[in-house]
């Protein structure tokens, strides 16, 4: 299959650009008012499309016409044949030459850019297909021009539990543990106390190592610590966990020791010493987990709210990632893929539930963008996808002017970055 892969690869690449297809619809209000919407965009836009819904105007929908071939689809469809059925987005760069107008009629030109791989991925062995795409008004004068690129993967085989179903990985608990595994359950991480001398015990144990007292309660600990030392784990597989992930021993305020997984950061950014606080994960309908992540790291996100919630651009913007969010934004953007929509599909696809769309991922990073800097108009968006952003979750943005046109902007899940962008401005903003 490599080899034919390839030799495909190579033909698209010298075969050049595609003829200019018609975009289905013109730019219109409808689309607009349903992205904005369900993007919580507030900007005026009365004449003009958000720069960021560029690719809206030329996605396909639910029902594409034997016409509106993408240059990439006999690559992907190769890689699918061969098993690597899998497919996250992995970067977007748009330009914008200006902003379409409402009642535009746009053409798009494809030309295909190439396929590297198989690449070791934390999400299974994969190939990266890469295409250029660019839009043009009835003038035939370019108006935005993109760089997209994908991941075709092959799903790890150990997946995460579904819905509703039992971890495989259950602790054994007794008379001695029971306390521990009640204060996780209420919120609480509880560490074992002698009731005679006030020693401090993990693991939980039956007798005093200082006095050999049979007695003892428990103390709550704070919940903050720091890394005391580290592996990162890569085999075997663990239900539920997509390697390399780290697990760590964590030095309590208390003084104590405990194990657990570091989330919400690279492998490669922990480092012994590092501050961490405490989150809990749940893992089943009955099971959960005391795990560790950056002490700076964005808050857990509170019960999910029924609509987006964004606190001021000064603050981050919050958005709280519930699946009306998710499936919304997807529908807005015309992006019907499976694993946007779908949690029994998106878990078969190795995923362990259905996620944001990059479509919409820009569409926040341009929605930041204009809060944090009123009035501004975009030159070019640029967007690399690390940690998906899943549902429950919630991604707040923040961001840096790095000058009077530049801002660099990150998106942050518990799992880590979701985004990292840069986002240029037009003239003097």
Sequence with gaps: MHDELMALAGRLSAAGGQAALPCPDPVNAAMIRNWTQALGDTGTWDDVAPPAMIQVWSMPGLARRPDQKGVADDPLRLLDEAGYTGIVATNCDQTYDRYVKVGE???????????????????????????????????????????????????????????????????????????????????????????????????????????????????????????????????????????????????????????????????????????VRLVFERMDDELVLPQWTPADAPPPPEEPAAEPVAESPADGLRIDLTPTFIISTAIATRDFMPVHHDPALARAQGSKDIFVNILTSVGLVQRYALETVPGAALESVEVRLGAPAYAGDALTLTGDRVDERTLRVRGAVSLGDHLTATVRFRGNA
């Design 105 to 275: 009629r746009l053409w798009t030109r494809m030309r295909f850019g190439g396929v590297t791989g198989p690449k070791k991925t934390a999400m299974g062995e994969g190939y990266f297909v890469t295409w250029y795409q660019s839009w043009y008004d009835e003038n035939d004068e370019r108006v935005a021009e993109m760089l997209f690129r994908v991941l075709k993967f092959k799903p790890n085989k150990q997946q995460p539990p579904a819905a509703g179903g039992r971890y495989p990985l259950q602790p054994a608990i007794g008379r001695d543990t029971a306390f521990f595994w009640d204060g996780v359950n209420a919120g609480e991480l509880r560490i074992q106390r002698c009731a005679d001398c006030g020693a401090l015990r993990h693991p939980p144990g039956p007798m005093c190592a200082k006095c050999q007292s049979p007695n003892r309660d428990y103390v709550v600990a704070s919940g903050r610590g720091e890394v005391h030392s580290y592996v990162v784990h890569h085999h075997p597989p663990v239900p539920g966990r997509t390697p390399p992930f780290v697990v760590a021993v964590v030095e309590l305020e208390e003084g104590v020791r405990i194990v657990g997984n570091v989330n919400g950061c690279a492998p490669e950014d922990v480092e012994v010493g590092m501050p």
